[in-house]
């Protein structure tokens, strides 16, 4: 079985691991992470251990990322993500996952280019006009995780972004914050795994 491996594009880090799937998934961690959370949940293990390919980011927005210079414009970040994608995975499709500010710029990337799918843990802006009328046009399935105790997005903003899309799928990890993958770091794996296997 292959190794993942490390990399670096634009200053940032990235880790690669070429499975056995032709769509990777791409991870996006949240503004006061760093791609490592995926590492630390087991997530990137799990995705080794059943050969599924990945992409884990380090991403120019994030406050305490591996990445020499910071930039939280929208479109460098969108722009990034296309780049690493391009240069590991050339002509595939991607599934992405992202949470918080992650969560939004992978909503973005996928109204600009083709995606097979999105995993949401608590994304910020999720109802903005402009997603809301790309999202309720596309039948690009959407997990959509979200912590009962966030306190930086409401609750109603992911219902309402369940309501407004296509085919989107809410699931509440009661008792969670914001970040709700640390408080059920196992059932968020199993969570994202099923999604996954479902799409490749």
């Known amino acids: 079985m292959k190794e993942p491996e490390i990399h670096r594009l634009a200053g940032c880090s990235y ?86 500010l992650g969560g939004y710029i992978s909503l973005v990337f996928g109204t600009i280019y083709p995606i097979i799918g999105l995993i949401l843990v608590g994304p910020v802006w999720s109802n903005r006009p402009e997603l809301i009328k790309h999202y309720s046009r596309k039948s690009i399935p959407i997990l959509l995780i979200y912590g009962g105790d966030d306190r930086i997005v409401p609750r109603i903003e992911m219902e309402r972004f369940r309501e407004r899309t296509k085919n989107t ?21 199993r969570d994202i795994i099923t999604f996954v296997t479902r799409l490749i």
Request: proline share 7%; hydrophobic share 35%; with cysteine.
């Open 169 to 189: 799928k809410l699931i509440v990890y009661e008792g969670a914050p914001h970040p709700a993958y640390l408080k059920y770091p196992e059932t968020f794996c």
């Open 15 to 100: 880790t690669v691991y070429k499975g056995k799937t032709e769509n990777p998934l791409i991870l996006l961690h949240g503004y006061s992470f760093t791609s490592a959370i995926w590492r630390e949940i087991r997530l990137l293990d799990i995705l080794e251990d059943k050969q599924i390919s990945y992409l884990s980011l380090d991403m120019p927005y994030g406050k305490v990322s591996d990445c020499i210079e910071k930039n939280r414009d929208t479109q460098h970040n969108v722009l990034h993500v296309k780049k690493v994608l391009e240069k590991e995975y050339p002509n595939t499709t991607p599934i992405l996952l992202g949470a918080s």
